[in-house]
């Protein structure tokens, strides 16, 4: 095999990992701090693009301020969420609260091109289109661009639950009952921690929608998310990034090398592949913490 | 009021009890057309522009008095790709009188089609559904009244070989979304390929297509002559995206019906100049009937969405399929002036439409009762920066393969399917 | 007031163990068969075929995604894989030649087979990692139906289905589609109401509840899981095949995707886990909400003659219905079946008040 056509594969691979990454950077978050799996991630990640949009299209804001906006907007979105509807589910068994997300995924999806128009919209962040040359292997600037963010933001991540903040939200994700009784503001962290991976996800919306254009499929960002979530470990953030890296560049090899020999359409198959191996042998990812069942 | 279970339990039963209801209709001189469609789920890219056509020029054709003394009434709804749903609409759009029925939309128009044929309702399935359908004899009730995607493939194929005079030793890329509307023009590439000689090679992408990060660089590498990009919504703007980053000439690419302006103004009006299409009618402002509607129906605040929309690539399409459609009535009413409305009815006007121009808008169109697909024709557009410019005359080309490929999948649902 | 139980007396196990102890019950019950059989002659054609026969085939789904959930306590997220496998099989054996009969066993069966692997899922992983898995695995099944031309009919990707016999009897047209549907469902529905009365049943619930203090008690969780997945699968796969040959008259593989697995996964929570009228409300409500909305949206604005623009229009419903999920799961966790039993326990203890929550 061509030896340049798989480096290029691989780092492209990377960086759109990395992407993908930051929808998956909001599913550990909320994981890590409420226990939950938030499958409305890839909705909340279209409507941070919409709302980026009306901003910046509607309202007629510089980009940076309509991002800026945006992600305020969408961090009290998240924190209003968490308040109204993911509150009254406390105690309640997983599925249901599973099922609760899977509802609010179809609000959002129904609610917003509804109100704002379904036509493809257009997010540009004035990144050129001339590509960066390594040697023979063409880099999407895009693509350079976005997985340089994601990795920040991801990194970003680590190094706030480093912070007195983070700490406390560790605390939170450790032992709800143990916090509370040594004073710690379990609901404000965990509204925190909402509004936090909101904010992630917007950041995703706005990237992939400055590339594909902003409509209802965004929100299908999120099997990638799942698939990358489970691979790191749903309770770390460093297995994030990694895993991102390792499933973004499967993906992407497999459909070089793979696709020309099967016929295509293998790019979707290898995260679902990931996930099934992972949880047969690993069940709680690369880097997350095993689960222990008292009885 | 407080949420309490009771009031909201109670307020759910009273609206469900009011919901179950379907809504009667109105006695006159009408002629129902049923458009339940994809608003929500897959379809939205093309739905919304192509139905606000329809009814605008159902609301022109109403606003002169109707056609041949007949009003026509569409009820558009919204059946979000979701099978039952669909059944539904169809079950009470039926029952409501509706002689034609508009799914636009490939899985609804194939899970209605034996419902059809029972029933004898005209289903319309334009640009989509079956290929296959174009052949009368075996499916008498489904209209593509359009050109079908095998009819497409072979006029690009043409158009390809009509600019490098031979394609003898060239080689033709086909992007598409690994879905079966994605492979579906496979067997007219590979069969054309055998015919005139080039080679042809596949790069199928995962649906929905908004990461094609590592189809495009596979391209860049075949160095192919041609590249004919054949998905839809999401998946073209990235298409064009990633062609333009990995410096594939726009000059040397076409795609199916499925590209239109908003998405060239998605990936950058200027950067995609020189993008070809497939157009089966004529795209802008100046076809006579648009700017009718323009006048008669926007100039009156009647139309049925925004007015900056008019004259876009999927709302000239959907302005095309109506004008076919009242023309069927027209056709119909002109045999069987006094009715009654029936499927049969229509089906008689539909199947004698005869060099029917729309005033222009669409190639000389000719539908009987072995061709449903209306001649096959189509032409060749560029886009240019702001619009898109025809570079040929309406012609149809390489019929005989397409014909072929239609016969042959119309006799395997004659023997198995029916 | 109606549910009177007074006057009662059991005289044996037998005749206390019987599903509906109460009269009024068995009348309930009884009027509702009646009703079933005679729909097709009291019933607009359009309700027939439009609302109840995907309602009796889709609550069959139901009721078979809840025997692995509500009675074994497992979470899969797969199930539309397993009805498009069952439903795959089915129409293949019958353009083979098959009898519909068998064609529909065996359909059932390699639906159960399949099913049972993603089951050694289950006996690694729990709750959310579960999820995951089925998850993963109907994407898989997903790609195996389309990229394998055998399974997925070729290029136009959609296999008619053949006109067949069920029993003897022609399947084409209204009545003998519903009653074949009606047949399956009441079959079904028969099994999941006794099941909680057999070894299996308790087996499963015992699971349900802990299941390494099943484990301790001497119950075989390994086989009963793998045994609770065989049994939901199979129903899975017989109910993916009257889907087909009854509804939709021909199959393709995006009748089966994700979003219909998370319509069965919906049906089966809103209706209420564990229960079997449960299956049959959020069977209702999930495939008539948007259908309903639709409806009043239209009648509501020719009503006020307000113009919404087509998209709000278009997605109205879709915001509705998610909307309404939310408000079910936030207000009544335990689902329909629960509201339904509040009604039952208001009535039969009347003019007492039953405890407050």
């Given at each position: 095999m061509d030896i340049g056509l798989l480096g290029e594969l691989a780092l492209t691979g990377a960086l759109v990992g990395a992407m993908y990454g930051l929808v998956a950077l909001g599913i550990v978050l909320i994981y890590k701090t409420s226990g939950t799996a938030n499958f409305a991630q890839g909705a909340i990640a279209m409507m941070g693009a919409y709302v980026t949009w009306v901003f910046a299209a509607g309202i007629g804001l510089p980009m940076w301020l309509a991002i800026a906006a945006a992600l305020i907007v969408m961090f009290g979105f998240g924190m209003l969420v968490e308040r109204t509807m993911l509150r009254r589910m406390i105690g309640q068994p997983i599925i249901m609260v599973v099922m609760l997300t899977f509802g609010i995924e179809l609000l959002l999806r129904g609610a917003v091109p509804g109100l704002l128009g379904s036509a493809v919209k257009r997010l540009s962040l004035g990144i050129p289109q001339a590509p960066v040359f390594l040697g023979d292997m063409l880099i999407n600037r895009a693509y350079l661009i976005g997985g340089g963010v994601s990795a920040a933001l991801i990194i970003a991540a680590i190094v706030l639950f480093n912070s007195r903040a983070g700490i406390i939200m560790r605390a939170v994700s450790d032992d709800q009952g143990a916090s509370w009784s040594v004073g710690i503001r379990v609901e404000r962290a965990i509204a925190v921690a909402w509004g936090l991976a909101a904010i992630a996800a917007t950041a995703a919306g706005i990237l992939w929608g400055s590339m594909q254009g902003v409509d209802w499929s965004l929100s299908l960002l999120l099997m990638k998310a799942l698939a990358i979530a489970i691979l790191g470990g749903l309770d770390s953030i460093p297995g994030v990034l990694i895993a991102a890296v390792i499933v973004g560049v499967c993906e992407s090899l497999a459909t070089g090398i793979i696709d020309p020999l099967i016929g295509g359409g293998t790019r979707d198959i290898v995260a679902s592949v990931i996930i099934v191996i992972t949880l047969m042998i690993r069940p709680y990812g690369l880097f997350g913490h095993e689960q222990i069942e008292r009885v | 009021m407080k949420l309490t279970r009771r009031s909201f339990v109670a307020s759910t039963a009273a609206t469900a009890l009011i919901g179950l209801r379907p809504a009667l209709a109105a006695d006159e001189k009408v002629v129902r057309f049923g458009m339940p469609q994809d608003f929500t789920k897959i379809y939205t890219f093309v739905t919304a522009e192509y139905s606000q056509g329809q009814r605008d020029y159902f609301s022109l054709i109403n606003g002169r008095g109707g056609v041949g003394g007949y009003k026509i009434v569409a009820d558009v709804s919204d059946h979000a790709n979701d099978l039952p749903r669909a059944i539904e609409a169809y079950e009470r759009l039926k029952r409501e009188g509706m002689v034609l029925c508009d799914p636009l939309s490939t899985p609804v128009a194939r899970a209605l089609v034996t419902r059809a044929l029972e029933d004898k309702i005209n289903l319309v399935t334009a640009?989509?559904?079956?290929?296959?359908?174009?052949?009368g004899t075996v499916f008498p009730y489904v209209m593509p009244l359009s050109p079908n995607y095998w009819t497409q493939a072979g006029i690009i194929v043409d158009f390809f070989r009509q600019q490098d005079k031979d394609l003898k030793g060239k080689k033709i890329v086909l992007v598409h979304i690994d879905t079966p509307f994605g492979k579906e023009p496979i067997p007219i590439f590979k069969a054309l390929s055998e015919k005139l000689g080039y080679t042809f090679e596949t790069f199928p992408y995962t649906p929905p297509g908004n990461d094609q990060a590592a189809i495009w660089p596979q391209v860049r590498r075949a160095k192919p002559d041609w590249v004919v990009f054949w998905g839809a919504g999401v998946g073209q703007t990235t298409a064009l995206s990633e062609a333009i980053r990995n410096g594939i000439p726009m000059d040397r690419m076409s795609s199916s019906v499925w590209i239109s302006e908003s998405d060239m103004e998605v990936v950058g009006k200027d950067a995609t100049k020189g993008v070809l299409k497939f157009e089966p009618c004529a795209s802008g402002r100046s076809p006579k009937i648009v700017a009718d509607i323009l006048k008669e129906v926007a100039g009156k605040g009647q139309g049925a969405g925004p007015e900056g929309k008019i004259g876009t690539a999927y709302y000239n399409y959907g302005v095309m399929m109506a004008a076919i459609m009242v023309e069927g009535v027209r056709v119909a009413a002109s045999k069987a002036p006094d009715g009654p409305v029936t499927g049969p009815w229509l089906n008689a006007g539909l199947t004698a439409i005869t060099d029917f121009t729309a005033e222009g808008l669409l190639p000389p169109m000719t539908v009987t009762s072995e061709d449903h697909q209306g001649g096959g024709k189509g032409r060749i557009s560029r886009w240019d920066g702001t619009k898109f410019v025809p570079q040929t005359d309406w012609f149809s080309a390489n019929q005989d393969v397409v014909w072929a490929e239609i016969k042959k999948s119309a006799e395997s649902f004659k023997t198995t399917g029916k | 007031m109606f549910y009177r139980r007074a006057g009662i007396r059991h005289l044996d196990y037998r005749h206390e163990r019987q599903l509906w102890p109460l009269p009024f019950d068995r009348l309930l019950v009884g009027i509702v068969v009646a009703l079933a059989l005679a729909a097709p002659f009291i019933v607009d054609r359009l309700y027939l075929v439009a609302y109840l026969l995907p309602w009796l085939i889709w609550s069959s789904a139901a009721l078979g995604l809840n025997l692995l959930m509500g009675g074994a306590g497992q979470i899969h997220l797969g199930y539309g894989a397993v009805m498009a496998i069952g439903a795959y099989t089915g129409v293949h054996l019958v353009r083979f030649g098959a009898p519909l009969e068998i064609a529909m066993l065996v359909g059932g069966i390699a639906s159960a087979v399949i099913g049972v692997v993603f089951g050694f899922a289950a006996l690694r992983v729990k709750s959310l990692y579960l999820a995951m898995a089925t998850i993963a695995m109907q994407y898989i099944v997903d790609f195996a139906i389309t990229h394998i031309p055998g399974i997925s009919g070729g290029g136009m990707a959609s296999i008619v289905v053949p006109p067949v016999r069920f029993l003897g009897v022609?399947?084409?047209?209204?009545l003998p589609t519903y009653y074949m549907a009606l047949l399956v469902c009441a079959l079904i529905a028969l099994f999941l109401l006794n099941v909680n009365r057999t070894a299996l049943g308790r087996a499963l619930a015992a699971i349900r509840e802990k299941d390494y203090a099943a484990e301790i008690i001497g119950i075989d969780t390994f086989k009963f899981k793998l045994l609770a997945f065989w049994t939901s699968s199979f129903i899975g796969g017989v109910v993916g095949s009257v889907l087909v040959v009854c509804y939709l008259r021909n199959v393709s593989?995006?009748?089966?995707d994700l979003d219909h697995s998370v319509q069965v996964l919906a049906m089966v929570i809103v209706g209420g886990l564990g229960s079997v009228l449960g299956s049959f409300f959020g069977a209702g409500l999930v495939l008539f909400a948007p259908i309903v909305f639709n409806n009043l949206i239209g009648f509501g604005t020719r009503l006020l003659g307000i113009e919404l623009s087509t998209d709000l229009r278009a997605h109205l419903p879709l915001m509705l219905y998610g909307a309404l999920i939310i408000l079910f799961l936030l207000v009544e966790p335990l689902g329909l079946a629960k509201i339904y039993d509040n009604v039952r326990n208001y009535f039969l203890v009347w003019p007492f008040r039953t405890a407050r929550r």
């Amino acid at each position: 095999m061509d030896i340049g056509l798989l480096g290029e594969l691989a780092l492209t691979g990377a960086l759109v990992g990395a992407m993908y990454g930051l929808v998956a950077l909001g599913i550990v978050l909320i994981y890590k701090t409420s226990g939950t799996a938030n499958f409305a991630q890839g909705a909340i990640a279209m409507m941070g693009a919409y709302v980026t949009w009306v901003f910046a299209a509607g309202i007629g804001l510089p980009m940076w301020l309509a991002i800026a906006a945006a992600l305020i907007v969408m961090f009290g979105f998240g924190m209003l969420v968490e308040r109204t509807m993911l509150r009254r589910m406390i105690g309640q068994p997983i599925i249901m609260v599973v099922m609760l997300t899977f509802g609010i995924e179809l609000l959002l999806r129904g609610a917003v091109p509804g109100l704002l128009g379904s036509a493809v919209k257009r997010l540009s962040l004035g990144i050129p289109q001339a590509p960066v040359f390594l040697g023979d292997m063409l880099i999407n600037r895009a693509y350079l661009i976005g997985g340089g963010v994601s990795a920040a933001l991801i990194i970003a991540a680590i190094v706030l639950f480093n912070s007195r903040a983070g700490i406390i939200m560790r605390a939170v994700s450790d032992d709800q009952g143990a916090s509370w009784s040594v004073g710690i503001r379990v609901e404000r962290a965990i509204a925190v921690a909402w509004g936090l991976a909101a904010i992630a996800a917007t950041a995703a919306g706005i990237l992939w929608g400055s590339m594909q254009g902003v409509d209802w499929s965004l929100s299908l960002l999120l099997m990638k998310a799942l698939a990358i979530a489970i691979l790191g470990g749903l309770d770390s953030i460093p297995g994030v990034l990694i895993a991102a890296v390792i499933v973004g560049v499967c993906e992407s090899l497999a459909t070089g090398i793979i696709d020309p020999l099967i016929g295509g359409g293998t790019r979707d198959i290898v995260a679902s592949v990931i996930i099934v191996i992972t949880l047969m042998i690993r069940p709680y990812g690369l880097f997350g913490h095993e689960q222990i069942e008292r009885v | 009021m407080k949420l309490t279970r009771r009031s909201f339990v109670a307020s759910t039963a009273a609206t469900a009890l009011i919901g179950l209801r379907p809504a009667l209709a109105a006695d006159e001189k009408v002629v129902r057309f049923g458009m339940p469609q994809d608003f929500t789920k897959i379809y939205t890219f093309v739905t919304a522009e192509y139905s606000q056509g329809q009814r605008d020029y159902f609301s022109l054709i109403n606003g002169r008095g109707g056609v041949g003394g007949y009003k026509i009434v569409a009820d558009v709804s919204d059946h979000a790709n979701d099978l039952p749903r669909a059944i539904e609409a169809y079950e009470r759009l039926k029952r409501e009188g509706m002689v034609l029925c508009d799914p636009l939309s490939t899985p609804v128009a194939r899970a209605l089609v034996t419902r059809a044929l029972e029933d004898k309702i005209n289903l319309v399935t334009a640009f989509s559904g079956r290929s296959d359908a174009a052949d009368g004899t075996v499916f008498p009730y489904v209209m593509p009244l359009s050109p079908n995607y095998w009819t497409q493939a072979g006029i690009i194929v043409d158009f390809f070989r009509q600019q490098d005079k031979d394609l003898k030793g060239k080689k033709i890329v086909l992007v598409h979304i690994d879905t079966p509307f994605g492979k579906e023009p496979i067997p007219i590439f590979k069969a054309l390929s055998e015919k005139l000689g080039y080679t042809f090679e596949t790069f199928p992408y995962t649906p929905p297509g908004n990461d094609q990060a590592a189809i495009w660089p596979q391209v860049r590498r075949a160095k192919p002559d041609w590249v004919v990009f054949w998905g839809a919504g999401v998946g073209q703007t990235t298409a064009l995206s990633e062609a333009i980053r990995n410096g594939i000439p726009m000059d040397r690419m076409s795609s199916s019906v499925w590209i239109s302006e908003s998405d060239m103004e998605v990936v950058g009006k200027d950067a995609t100049k020189g993008v070809l299409k497939f157009e089966p009618c004529a795209s802008g402002r100046s076809p006579k009937i648009v700017a009718d509607i323009l006048k008669e129906v926007a100039g009156k605040g009647q139309g049925a969405g925004p007015e900056g929309k008019i004259g876009t690539a999927y709302y000239n399409y959907g302005v095309m399929m109506a004008a076919i459609m009242v023309e069927g009535v027209r056709v119909a009413a002109s045999k069987a002036p006094d009715g009654p409305v029936t499927g049969p009815w229509l089906n008689a006007g539909l199947t004698a439409i005869t060099d029917f121009t729309a005033e222009g808008l669409l190639p000389p169109m000719t539908v009987t009762s072995e061709d449903h697909q209306g001649g096959g024709k189509g032409r060749i557009s560029r886009w240019d920066g702001t619009k898109f410019v025809p570079q040929t005359d309406w012609f149809s080309a390489n019929q005989d393969v397409v014909w072929a490929e239609i016969k042959k999948s119309a006799e395997s649902f004659k023997t198995t399917g029916k | 007031m109606f549910y009177r139980r007074a006057g009662i007396r059991h005289l044996d196990y037998r005749h206390e163990r019987q599903l509906w102890p109460l009269p009024f019950d068995r009348l309930l019950v009884g009027i509702v068969v009646a009703l079933a059989l005679a729909a097709p002659f009291i019933v607009d054609r359009l309700y027939l075929v439009a609302y109840l026969l995907p309602w009796l085939i889709w609550s069959s789904a139901a009721l078979g995604l809840n025997l692995l959930m509500g009675g074994a306590g497992q979470i899969h997220l797969g199930y539309g894989a397993v009805m498009a496998i069952g439903a795959y099989t089915g129409v293949h054996l019958v353009r083979f030649g098959a009898p519909l009969e068998i064609a529909m066993l065996v359909g059932g069966i390699a639906s159960a087979v399949i099913g049972v692997v993603f089951g050694f899922a289950a006996l690694r992983v729990k709750s959310l990692y579960l999820a995951m898995a089925t998850i993963a695995m109907q994407y898989i099944v997903d790609f195996a139906i389309t990229h394998i031309p055998g399974i997925s009919g070729g290029g136009m990707a959609s296999i008619v289905v053949p006109p067949v016999r069920f029993l003897g009897v022609r399947i084409e047209g209204e009545l003998p589609t519903y009653y074949m549907a009606l047949l399956v469902c009441a079959l079904i529905a028969l099994f999941l109401l006794n099941v909680n009365r057999t070894a299996l049943g308790r087996a499963l619930a015992a699971i349900r509840e802990k299941d390494y203090a099943a484990e301790i008690i001497g119950i075989d969780t390994f086989k009963f899981k793998l045994l609770a997945f065989w049994t939901s699968s199979f129903i899975g796969g017989v109910v993916g095949s009257v889907l087909v040959v009854c509804y939709l008259r021909n199959v393709s593989p995006e009748q089966f995707d994700l979003d219909h697995s998370v319509q069965v996964l919906a049906m089966v929570i809103v209706g209420g886990l564990g229960s079997v009228l449960g299956s049959f409300f959020g069977a209702g409500l999930v495939l008539f909400a948007p259908i309903v909305f639709n409806n009043l949206i239209g009648f509501g604005t020719r009503l006020l003659g307000i113009e919404l623009s087509t998209d709000l229009r278009a997605h109205l419903p879709l915001m509705l219905y998610g909307a309404l999920i939310i408000l079910f799961l936030l207000v009544e966790p335990l689902g329909l079946a629960k509201i339904y039993d509040n009604v039952r326990n208001y009535f039969l203890v009347w003019p007492f008040r039953t405890a407050r929550r």
